[in-house]
């Protein structure tokens, strides 16, 4: 019997609660590409702090100078991948990845409310690996809302979602960061 692959491209893993791990712990990855071959995303809720303008002189004068930097993910952490939301006020936004900064230029031309963000590096699984993880509870699965990524504070988005997804998580303790935070 020949096994249909699931295809889980553009939807949101979330780590679980009990995910320990200085790479995925509390993260949420924006799952770009699943398939026979294995899968791919960028982590969306770890911002470095950094703008391209920062981190390159070549972006200092342009509209991207000011796009905030992600870390993506563990693997490649010194390419970047450009990612730019425009939302044309009649249907729902539309993200475009993995662009060139003059295209991403360019969408922002046409549109001044259009947000954009780079990712360094991103998260990669072999075949099969990521189903195993998901079937072990290490991810939970949500359809993507691209709104979220750029309208809640990246610190608040697993939670969100988490509870979003899960919503017996409500009654769990708040991780120690938020109440830091507080």
């Avoid at 790479?23 to 770009?32: D, H, M």
Wanted: charged fraction near 25%.
């Amino acid at each position: 019997m020949k096994k249909i692959f699931d295809d889980r491209s553009w939807s949101f893993l979330i780590a679980a609660p009990d995910f320990s791990g200085p790479i995925f712990e509390e993260s949420v990855i924006l799952l770009l590409k699943d398939g026979e071959d294995g899968s791919l995303g960028v982590i969306i809720n770890r911002p470095t702090g950094k703008t391209l303008g920062e981190s390159d002189a070549d972006f200092e004068q342009t509209p991207l100078s000011e796009t905030e930097i992600y870390d993506g993910g563990p693997v490649s952490k010194e390419n970047l991948s450009l990612a730019v939301y425009a939302d044309d006020g009649f249907e729902e936004g539309a993200l475009a990845f993995g662009i060139t900064p003059k295209r991403a230029i360019e969408i922002i031309s046409r549109n001044p409310s259009a947000r954009a963000c780079a990712f360094a590096g991103y998260a990669g699984w072999g075949p099969e690996q990521l189903s195993k993880e998901i079937e072990e509870g290490t991810w939970i699965l949500s359809n993507v809302d691209i709104n979220l990524m750029f309208e809640l504070a990246p610190n608040k988005l697993w939670e969100e979602l988490l509870i979003r997804e899960c919503p017996a998580y409500r009654s769990l303790p708040k991780p120690q960061r938020d109440a830091a935070e507080n």
